[in-house]
């Protein structure tokens, strides 16, 4: 039962497979493996491995006929089994090495070996050590696509023994009444949905998965009860309600007897599945455990590129080149962490027949044959090549190199640079010496476009943090200057998409420059950490919104535009005594009306920028993640606030200046100034009655 079963209704195609393949040993093909019981167990409820099982078993079909006669007519067998050893020898040749190279120990793995402890003690912990009463426990294994999450597991799971039950996203959704009543045992009289199906049958798969064990296949043992439940492949309906599947977990997490393991990929632009699928509300209301892979460490890559690439520089000379130690490194650089494309990149490019690759191979022969003449040029060269050379390599099959607004913002505040000498570079006139830095190790431009974010985004990220980064206040003033200048550039709706490049170059660059702590590749040491925090801009900017929209509502008598009205007309209002207002009014003048001339404004509580956040609210990702969308986002807030004001029973709509902020998540700067100065308050309106 489990995956399979629930996957029968709608794939019977992978059932077939499934089958055949278990009865192999019946038809005499006796090179099938059946002993390693838990591993075999996995491969046959994954998705992913069925497919590659269906294609082992594409071969053995063509071969079942002239097996079976093997037992009768033994002097077949010997050109039989040539035959499928030449057969098995191209199998080998052709498929890919990230399968050929599975790792198959934990040694083996390329994870780092404490993430690897970490996943085994929770197993451990929630499975061999489980309370007889314990409910469902829940691990979500999180992390970039390729950094070995699921190879982890299955190492695990088959060195401890344990079996497991993994759901497939059934292929087709067209499930006819009598499906349906063949899952739930009964008629059915609600419309369902596809994706409502889709949905009913993963809850029906949990139930189920909880309640059987699995289908025990010829060869396996028996004693083995432990086991797990695996979902990587989440069903999509989720993604539209994720309330569903919250549902469907906390009825698992109270009657269930077996661990549940989720294993989510993150993307780009953050783990934006992750929060959306598994708020933190949910992850501390069903206890869920949240293990976070990192990319495989380039150390730990080469090692493993290393040993392929030498097993078969040895084994298939005659197919494959022999990459040296600086194309393995470009391939690790270019693949940010992900083995799989790392080791895919690696077949690639060592493949001898492979057209591209020769093209790809004479243009590098001809760039590393150009004599250069003097040292600068040789310098130079030797960084373009490099470059060149990385490009072309991801060009055949390197990783698309994102990275994560935190790195982004850390590559630029901590900019890395290199001593040249005099001779290597021109120097700047006496009179400009101030001016001279290092050669930097970054290309700030390409750093921006590799975060995925606008250019005035991220100006905005850069503007919120450079400050701490800085020791000399003549910097600052510098570096602010140059910020002022990338925000003009910006500053024309029209011209915004073209210019924001540019902005973002002086913004980097200007902050870059102006720090004199970081001028120098000998001085780059002793900052420490410092954590990075969000812009309060999106704070004040939604404030700023409803302010306008609540101007104009209370005061629309004035025709007044709401800038007009917040900085010529409430200030007015606030100094007269009796300003002929009413309660939401006159609350209103007191908060915008005036400014404090006694008091400082306290800072506003500021959100931490995690490692892997996307940096851009979700808000902004609604409206595609693009500061060139702001307008389309205010509106957004204002209609929202539109809403709400509707509702409320006095007609008089009531900016959240008023209320606070209380109704901002937690996770959002708390206007304690405000709040406070509204405590203190000196002011006196008197209200005044018309009647
Ligand atoms: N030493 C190794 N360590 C980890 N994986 C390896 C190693 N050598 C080869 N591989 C292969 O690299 C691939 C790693 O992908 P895996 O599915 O484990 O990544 P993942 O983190 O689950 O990402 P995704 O969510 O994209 O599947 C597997 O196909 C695995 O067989």
Known sequence: MSGSSAGRQAAPAEVTGWLAHSFDDFFGNTNTSSSTVPMNALEGSTGRNQHQKKKDLSLPASSKNKVLPRKR???????????????????????????????????????????????????????????????????????????????????????????????????????????????????????????????????????????????????????????????????????????????????????????????????????????????????????????????????????????????????????NYAPDRTSLESICRGCSGDIRSAINSLQFSSVKDCSLEDNFRSSKKGSSTLKCETVVSKTRKKKKSDTLENQEIQAIGGKDASIFLFHALGKIIYCKREPLSESEFPQLPSHLSEYHRDTLL????????????????????????????????????????????????????????????????????????????????????????????KPQWFFINKKYQENCLAAKSLFSSFSLPPECLQTELLPYLAMLTNPMRNQAQIAFIQDVGRLPLKRHFGRLKLETLTDKDSGIPDLFVNYEGDLADVNAMETAVQMEKNKTNKNESDGFPLSSSQCSGNELPCSQPQPIAAQAIMEEDELKIEEYDTD
Not at 129 to 154: E, F, M, N
Not at 177 to 188: A, I, Q
Not at 287 to 296: D, G, H, L, R, Y
Not at 475 to 485: G, H, I, P, W
Request: charged residues 25%; aromatic residues 8%.
């Open 73 to 319: 007519a033994k002097s077949s067998s010997v050109d039989l089994s040539c035959s499928r050893s030449r057969q098995n020898q191209s199998q080998s040749q052709d498929e890919p090495w990230v399968d050929k190279y599975k790792p198959e120990t934990q040694n083996d793995l390329a994870v780092h070996k404490k993430k690897t402890e970490e996943v085994e003690a929770w197993l451990k912990m929630h499975i061999f050590q489980r309370q007889p009463k314990q409910g469902g426990s829940v691990l979500l294994l999180t992390g970039p696509p390729g950094c070995g999450k699921t190879a982890t597991i299955q190492i695990l799971v088959k060195d401890l023994g344990i079996q497991v039950q993994e759901w497939t996203n059934p292929i087709s959704l067209d499930f006819t009444k009598e499906d349906l009543k063949s899952v739930f045992g009964h008629d059915s009289n609600f419309h369902t949905f596809p994706s409502q199906a889709q949905a009913a049958l993963f809850q029906d798969f949990l139930l189920r998965a909880n309640k059987y064990n699995k289908l025990q296949m010829l060869g396996e043992s028996s004693e083995n009860d432990k086991k797990l439940i695996l979902i990587e492949d989440i069903p999509n309906q989720f993604y539209r309600d994720p309330n569903s599947l919250h549902e469907i977990l906390r009825r698992f997490v109270r009657t269930s007897r077996c661990p549940l393991i989720f294993i989510i990929s993150d993307n780009f632009s953050g783990d934006s599945n992750q929060r959306l699928l598994f708020p933190k509300e949910i992850l501390e209301e069903l206890c869920i455990s949240n293990i976070s892979f990192k990319p495989v460490a380039p150390t730990n890559m080469m090692r493993v590129l290393n040993r392929i690439a030498t097993i078969e520089a040895t084994m298939n000379r005659e197919k």
């Open 442 to 533: 970054i290309q700030p431009e390409e750093i921006v476009e590799k975060s995925h974010m606008s250019g005035s985004m991220f100006n905005l990220y850069l503007h919120q943090n450079y400050v701490e980064f800085f020791a000399n206040i003549d910097d600052v003033v510098r570096a602010s200057e140059y910020l002022s200048t990338a925000d003009v550039l910006c500053s024309n709706w029209n011209s915004r998409p073209v210019m924001e490049k540019y902005s973002a170059s002086v913004a980097t660059r200007g902050v870059i420059h102006s720090n004199t702590t970081r001028a120098f590749a000998q001085c780059q040491g002793g900052m420490g950490f410092r954590p990075l925090h």
